[in-house]
């Protein structure tokens, strides 16, 4: 059998089929939290930033019906693999993917027009970790001088509507970053920590807030992931294997 490059898989239980690289970056339960951490509703128009293969739109589109719903992506190959599984998921009339940086104006994207806007930026500060040696999971994964966390931030404001929900997933150690790039000009911001095992510390953390507000920060409870034995939670799994919304 010969070996192509890319994999064909199934997310939320077969809602969602896409292709995606064999290697590099891949669907990660991370990106699908993320989706299900949206509240977008029915007929809201949503940006994502990054959207790489199209995991994180195509799992919002399974679980809010008509939600419009456009993406962001850097990487040419990676537009053209999130425009073939938009089109093999059926999807066309309501997703689309474009190429653009984040920290420019994209064409056919408005800036301050989106209900929602949600994004998995790169987790790792090129400085202090090493690159992986596939450049597509590089850029994925790794800040870019010229793209850091502040840029995303920046981005997600940009184009969100006054009042409008920005939705981020993150790592904890990175928060005060976050926060720092977040609160001049966004509040209501909620921090959900995500809790792997009982007793240990947060590694991944939900950011939800809204452009424009003074309200003030919320520290959430947080979601413990996984039971003593190693398996998800029934909350969690649902979220994973059905496309539930995210439950806190």
Same mark, same amino acid.
């Given at each position: ?79 053209? %693999? ?8 059926? #999807?066309?009339?309501? =997703?689309?993917?474009? &190429? +653009?940086? *984040? @920290? ?63 939705? %981020? ?8 970053? #976050?926060?720092?790039? =977040?609160?001049?000009? &966004? +509040?209501? *911001? @909620? ?58």
């Amino acid at each position: 059998m010969i070996e192509t490059d890319h994999t064909r898989d199934a997310l939320l239980g077969g809602l969602v089929h896409l292709e995606q690289p064999r290697k590099g970056q891949r669907a990660s339960a991370d990106a699908v939290m993320l989706a299900a951490a949206v509240p977008a509703r029915t007929g809201q128009q949503v940006l994502e930033l990054g959207s790489g293969s199209g995991v994180g739109m195509l799992c919002l589109a399974a679980r809010v019906p008509k939600a419009k719903i456009d993406g962001i992506e850097l990487q040419s190959d990676l537009v053209a %693999l999130c425009a073939r599984n938009i089109a093999a998921n059926g #999807l066309e009339g309501r =997703l689309r993917v474009v &190429a +653009g940086d *984040i @920290r420019r104006r994209v064409s056919g994207i408005q800036p301050n027009s989106y209900d929602h806007v949600f994004a998995n930026p790169p987790y790792f500060d090129s400085q202090r970790h090493r690159a992986s040696p596939h450049a597509g999971r590089a850029t994925a994964r790794s800040e870019a001088d010229e793209a850091d966390l502040a840029h995303w931030i920046a981005a997600m404001l940009r184009h969100a509507r006054p009042g409008g929900g920005l939705t %981020l997933i993150h790592k904890a150690d990175r928060l005060p970053d #976050l926060l720092a790039a =977040l609160t001049p000009k &966004a +509040g209501a *911001i @909620r921090v959900i920590p995500l809790w792997s095992k009982a007793g240990q510390p947060a590694k991944r953390v939900i950011l939800r807030a809204i452009k424009g507000s003074k309200a003030p920060l919320t520290l959430d409870p947080g979601l413990l992931l996984h039971q003593p034995d190693g398996s998800y939670f029934p909350a969690v799994d649902a979220v994973l294997r059905q496309g539930a919304a995210f439950p806190a």
